[in-house]
């Protein structure tokens, strides 16, 4: 399974994943407009692929066939002061 792979230029570390290059047919209309201009990146084969980066492959994988498109977000940022708190026995209230 060829996809292609873009990063958006408004939001670091996010990437969408299209069945075909350039075609953005099956991406609403309000996703496109957050994601911005798409940047090509590169072209894979998903079928010779063990794992990807940050993204689980078989989700990768059924979006693509269910709906023509995968968004790959950035991990959530860890709030180190709360963790702080915690290892400390404080209170997050």
């Given at each position: 399974?060829?996809?292609a792979?873009?990063?958006s230029k408004k939001k670091a570390d996010?990437?969408?994943?299209v069945e075909k290059r350039d075609d953005f047919?099956?991406?609403p209309e309000p996703l496109m407009a957050m994601f911005g201009q798409p940047h090509y990146v590169m072209l894979?084969?998903?079928?010779?692929?063990?794992h990807l980066g940050g993204a689980d492959l078989s989700l990768v994988?059924?979006?693509?066939?269910?709906v023509g498109f995968y968004l790959?977000?950035?991990?959530?940022?860890?709030?180190?002061?709360?963790?702080h708190r915690k290892q400390n026995g404080v209170d997050s209230d």
């Open positions: 399974m060829l996809t792979v873009y990063k996010t990437f969408l994943f047919s099956k991406v894979i084969n998903l079928a010779k692929r063990t994988e059924e979006s693509l066939t269910d790959q977000l950035p991990p959530p940022e860890a709030n180190l002061l709360a963790e």
